[in-house]
């Protein structure tokens, strides 16, 4: 939501950034209450209709197994023929001539309610998807056949509401609408199908090679175990790894190729994410493929509609996508936004100010916000949005969550640690293969008298070798072994957690420096823009 909430404010602003005004209405404008309560009971009505089609109508099937489907196509008729009848009583609608201006938007009630009847195919898929539980591919023939039948039909029934029947012309031109339809219909098929093609010998070149693991193996080897250079690598090799890939071989290759490189190298480094937010991080670049050129499958298909260039379109898409990019990396460094360990007021207060950080980092990278920003504007709402998005950065800065102190007082910080917390251990060891790692591991504290009964209970026992701890056991299917310690290795360093300041507070400095932005800004507001624009 929060990515699809900052593409539409990123339009906004192109707009503005052009100097475009929008287009005269036809009609008076509701109130902005009345508009939004209209917009809630159209959410409502929606969600009444997705009930009544899997619970309403999902009876039928157990209830008449072999004539289920003669019976929902004989329902689905008469409601169409009903919402014939309602689009009868509005004037035909005139097809516009694309080369004419357009001087002024249309009636939105007239034209919803000349063409509801094309909802009808969406209820065949949500049916066949969701209660016949057909594949996807035949579920989207059945409801191209239900709309192959309104088009055969619309026409005849049309003009017999409206006392204009002429029977034998009006189904030819509703074969006609057929035909035409299927003709550019298959135009606009001839560049996917030839980009999805092409992708799919990048696709096969990709998994027959095994370049895929090896690419995996690179990060490793540029990132040199800087955490955002293991990010960033990683968002790239998912780009490539997408390219035309459908959605569930996208998540299943991305997630199995280089979700493991994060938690791995992460781990080595002192990253320690839950892993759904490592998953949600690659596929999110994974799923960004889909515009990127110059595969795009989706950018093709965008301008086969809209008519563009398909390659421009990509570009334009993947730098706009770039904008929303951000969010990902906030999956890895404020898991709070996956919404983990989170109740309902507290969440909503994340979606809040995460959807104004967003929108603020568009502003910033678009250059304009609410007028066009100076180069020092732009740098202060790039902190502000880092701020709204992160507070725990800078608190971490001005209180540290942790405090180091040396391994063989471990048994001590343990017993300061009170039960429910976690103490951060960085361990030196051996792989499976036997090759010297250091990672951090993250150790739950429980309940105990003193701090060998709490280490006790998460499965760890030591001994001391001169200045050195080394773990000297592991319980089973313990804390400590679910954390990855084992026998052997020894602790290099001891992190206990210390109380700290609440990190919202960084949000009043934020906002202040927000304020300053907006009242530097609305001095300029309205000015004439200067220099050459583009859309």
């Given at each position: 939501?929060?990515?699809?909430?900052?593409?539409?404010?990123?339009v906004?602003?192109?707009?503005?950034k052009?100097?475009?005004?929008?287009?005269?209405?036809?009609?008076?404008p509701?109130?902005?209450?009345?508009?939004?309560?209209?917009?809630?009971?159209?959410?409502?009505?929606?969600?009444?209709?997705?009930?009544?089609?899997?619970?309403?109508?999902?009876?039928?099937r157990?209830?008449?197994?072999e004539?289920?489907?003669?019976i929902?196509?004989?329902?689905?008729?008469?409601?169409?023929?009903?919402?014939?009848?309602?689009?009868s009583?509005?004037?035909p609608?005139?097809?516009?001539?694309?080369?004419?201006?357009?001087?002024?938007?249309?009636?939105?009630?007239?034209t919803?309610?000349?063409?509801?009847?094309?909802i009808?195919?969406?209820?065949?898929?949500?049916?066949?998807?969701?209660?016949?539980?057909?594949?996807?591919?035949?579920?989207?023939?059945?409801?191209?056949?239900?709309?192959?039948?309104?088009?055969?039909?619309?026409?005849?029934?049309?003009?017999?509401f409206?006392?204009?029947?002429?029977?034998?012309?009006?189904?030819?031109?509703?074969?006609?609408?057929?035909?035409?339809?299927?003709?550019?219909?298959?135009?606009?098929?001839?560049?996917?199908?030839?980009?999805?093609?092409?992708?799919?010998?990048?696709?096969?070149?990709?998994?027959?090679?095994?370049?895929?693991?090896?690419?995996?193996?690179?990060?490793?080897?540029?990132?040199?175990?800087?955490?955002?250079?293991?990010?960033a690598?990683?968002?790239?090799l998912?780009?490539?790894?997408?390219m035309?890939?459908?959605?569930?071989?996208?998540?299943?290759?991305?997630?199995?190729?280089?979700?493991?490189?994060?938690?791995?190298?992460?781990?080595?480094n002192?990253?320690?994410?839950?892993?759904?937010?490592?998953?949600?991080?690659?596929?999110?670049?994974?799923?960004?493929a889909?515009?990127?050129?110059?595969?795009?499958?989706?950018?093709?298909?965008?301008?086969?509609?809209s008519?563009?260039?398909?390659?421009?379109?990509?570009?334009?898409?993947?730098?706009?996508?770039?904008?929303?990019?951000?969010?990902?990396?906030?999956?890895?460094?404020?898991?709070?936004?996956?919404?983990?360990n989170?109740?309902?007021?507290?969440?909503?207060?994340?979606?809040v100010?995460?959807?104004?950080?967003?929108?603020?980092?568009?502003?910033?990278?678009?250059?304009?916000?609410?007028?066009?920003?100076?180069?020092?504007?732009?740098?202060?709402?790039?902190?502000?949005a880092?701020?709204?998005?992160?507070?725990?950065?800078?608190?971490?800065?001005?209180?540290p969550?942790?405090?180091?102190?040396?391994?063989?007082?471990?048994?001590?910080?343990?017993?300061?640690?009170?039960?429910?917390?976690?103490?951060?251990?960085?361990?030196?060891?051996?792989?499976?293969?036997?090759?010297?790692?250091?990672?951090?591991a993250?150790?739950?504290?429980g309940?105990?008298?003193?701090?060998?009964?709490?280490?006790?209970?998460?499965?760890l026992?030591?001994?001391?070798?001169?200045?050195?701890?080394?773990?000297?056991?592991?319980?089973?299917d313990?804390?400590?072994?679910?954390?990855?310690?084992?026998?052997?290795?020894?602790?290099?360093?001891?992190?206990?957690?210390?109380?700290?300041?609440?990190?919202?507070?960084?949000?009043?400095?934020?906002l202040?420096?927000?304020?300053?932005?907006?009242?530097l800004?609305?001095g300029?507001?309205?000015?004439?823009?200067?220099?050459?624009?583009?859309a």
């Amino acid at each position: 939501m929060i990515s699809y909430i900052a593409l539409v404010y990123i339009v906004h602003l192109e707009a503005l950034k052009a100097g475009m005004q929008g287009l005269p209405r036809a009609y008076t404008p509701k109130p902005i209450v009345q508009r939004l309560i209209g917009m809630a009971f159209a959410i409502a009505a929606i969600c009444v209709l997705s009930f009544v089609v899997y619970y309403g109508m999902g009876w039928v099937r157990p209830a008449f197994p072999e004539t289920a489907s003669y019976i929902i196509f004989a329902f689905l008729t008469i409601v169409y023929v009903a919402l014939l009848y309602v689009a009868s009583k509005e004037e035909p609608l005139k097809l516009d001539d694309p080369n004419d201006e357009v001087t002024a938007l249309p009636m939105p009630g007239p034209t919803a309610r000349s063409g509801l009847h094309f909802i009808l195919p969406v209820v065949v898929l949500v049916w066949a998807l969701m209660v016949d539980r057909l594949s996807p591919g035949l579920s989207a023939f059945w409801a191209s056949a239900y709309m192959i039948f309104i088009l055969l039909t619309q026409r005849p029934l049309m003009a017999i509401f409206r006392g204009e029947s002429k029977l034998a012309s009006d189904i030819k031109d509703g074969f006609l609408d057929l035909i035409d339809g299927l003709v550019t219909g298959a135009r606009n098929m001839i560049g996917i199908g030839i980009a999805t093609a092409t992708a799919g010998i990048i696709v096969g070149a990709v998994s027959q090679t095994g370049v895929g693991s090896a690419l995996a193996d690179v990060v490793e080897v540029l990132s040199g175990g800087n955490i955002l250079a293991i990010l960033a690598l990683t968002a790239v090799l998912s780009l490539i790894l997408g390219m035309g890939l459908p959605t569930t071989a996208n998540y299943i290759v991305v997630s199995a190729l280089l979700a493991p490189v994060i938690v791995t190298l992460g781990q080595q480094n002192g990253l320690i994410v839950p892993l759904i937010a490592v998953h949600l991080f690659v596929f999110y670049f994974g799923i960004m493929a889909d515009v990127t050129p110059p595969v795009g499958l989706a950018s093709f298909a965008a301008a086969a509609v809209s008519g563009g260039d398909p390659i421009k379109t990509g570009v334009v898409a993947f730098f706009y996508s770039l904008r929303t990019a951000a969010l990902p990396f906030l999956f890895i460094f404020n898991t709070e936004l996956l919404l983990i360990n989170v109740g309902w007021g507290q969440g909503i207060f994340v979606f809040v100010v995460a959807t104004v950080a967003m929108l603020l980092f568009a502003a910033a990278t678009q250059g304009w916000f609410l007028a066009k920003n100076r180069f020092y504007e732009t740098i202060a709402l790039l902190l502000v949005a880092f701020t709204l998005f992160r507070p725990g950065f800078w608190m971490d800065m001005v209180s540290p969550p942790y405090d180091e102190v040396a391994p063989t007082e471990i048994t001590q910080a343990a017993a300061d640690t009170l039960p429910g917390n976690d103490l951060r251990l960085r361990v030196a060891g051996v792989n499976d293969l036997g090759d010297p790692i250091e990672f951090v591991a993250i150790l739950p504290i429980g309940e105990g008298a003193t701090g060998e009964e709490k280490l006790e209970a998460a499965g760890l026992l030591f001994r001391e070798d001169g200045d050195k701890m080394i773990i000297d056991d592991v319980g089973f299917d313990s804390a400590a072994q679910n954390a990855g310690l084992d026998w052997d290795q020894e602790v290099l360093r001891v992190l206990k957690p210390v109380s700290q300041p609440t990190k919202y507070i960084m949000f009043i400095p934020a906002l202040l420096l927000l304020a300053l932005v907006v009242f530097l800004q609305r001095g300029r507001n309205g000015r004439p823009v200067r220099g050459p624009q583009t859309a």
